[in-house]
């Protein structure tokens, strides 16, 4: 066992990628020289050179681009697009060529790759650097999305992502990657699609993922002190959702309340609260409550503790949930 955090973590999976197979390689905007925005590529250019650490120039489309023609040619090339917000110019690439080589090619050409993409607010960055719009990707047939809590996650849902015969848009929690250590194995995998119960209880279930899971073990806490108790779910894999995880904790609660920080409209927690009132809705004791960020663009550092959702916010959803 080691102790890491979150960016340790996936740092360690991306070295053990490149030293047991050949074919990784990563690429992606000063990923080699100075080890990525957040240094998660820290070291790896040193170590396998340039050929397999890529500095690429500044063009999104270009990177996402580029690791699609080497996935499809055979390699497992892993991109790293510095910011969520930055992404958007490389959508065309996943909507049009990235999720559809599958069916395009009649099942004779996939896309084994992975592309990183920090996201989320909390760090008082600047505009398009705190954007949570995972949604837009968990809407195309074609990708998975998978968005790790913790640092043991980070590391084997990577592994496993790599290691995937179609791509994955990776999403990594920027305000988690130096918040948290965990004592976790060097080698293993977590499996891409089924949700983790952190947390086992009866009386109402708190759904989210990525950063948010930590005001939401936060709030569970916190509602745990008053006698009441919270079983809490880390999504972690928004596509493939696991319905029947998620299904068989509220059918058990009965109250389900689902958090993350994207705007409340369109927001994948509405995906969510649909699954549980087509399938749960005879066990349901209350309506499902949101709790989300604002329908607005993100604010810059002075209004974040405005637009990001609150243990008290958490509670207090929980709460109505209870009063049903």
Not at 23 to 50: A, M, N, P, Q, S
Not at 51 to 70: C, H, K, L, N, Q
Not at 266 to 288: D, K, M, S, W
Request: charged share 25%; hydrophobic share 40%.
């Amino acid at each position: 066992m080691i102790e890491l955090n979150l960016a340790q973590a996936l740092n360690g999976a991306l070295d053990t990628a490149l030293s047991s197979d050949d074919r990784v390689v990563l690429l992606g905007e000063d990923i080699g020289r100075t080890g990525g925005v957040f240094r998660i590529t820290d070291g790896l250019r040193d170590k396998y050179g340039t050929d397999r650490v890529i500095d690429t120039p500044v063009a999104e489309s270009a990177i996402v681009g580029a690791a699609f023609g080497m996935a499809i040619a055979g390699m497992r090339p892993v991109a790293e697009l510095q910011f969520l917000g930055f992404s958007y110019p490389a959508y065309d690439q996943v909507i049009n060529h990235v999720a559809r080589i599958r069916n395009r090619s009649n099942h004779r050409f996939t896309a084994p790759l992975v592309i990183r993409i920090p996201y989320g607010g909390g760090i008082g960055a600047a505009e398009h650097h705190s954007e949570s719009t995972e949604a837009i990707y968990a809407h195309i047939p074609g990708i998975k999305v998978v968005v790790p809590s913790t640092p043991r996650d980070a590391r084997g849902l990577l592994l496993a992502a790599i290691e995937d015969p179609d791509p994955v848009v990776f999403l990594e929690p920027i305000r988690l990657y130096r918040a948290i250590k965990e004592d976790i194995p060097e080698i293993y995998r977590v499996d891409i699609g089924p949700v983790r119960v952190e947390r086992s209880g009866d009386d109402v279930t708190l759904l989210s993922w990525g950063a948010m899971v930590k005001e939401t073990r936060q709030a569970a806490s916190v509602l745990e002190e008053d006698g009441i108790s919270v079983e809490v779910i880390d999504i972690r894999t928004l596509t493939p959702l696991d319905r029947d995880g998620i299904v068989a904790s509220v059918e058990k609660t009965g109250r389900a309340v689902v958090v993350h920080e994207a705007p409340l409209t369109g927001g994948f927690a509405g995906e969510i609260a649909a699954t549980i009132q087509e399938r749960c809705l005879y066990c349901l004791q209350a309506p499902v409550q949101r709790v989300t960020g604002w329908d607005t663009v993100f604010p810059l550092k002075r209004s974040e503790g405005h637009y990001l959702p609150s243990v008290d916010q958490i509670t207090a959803a929980a709460r109505r949930t209870l009063k049903e």
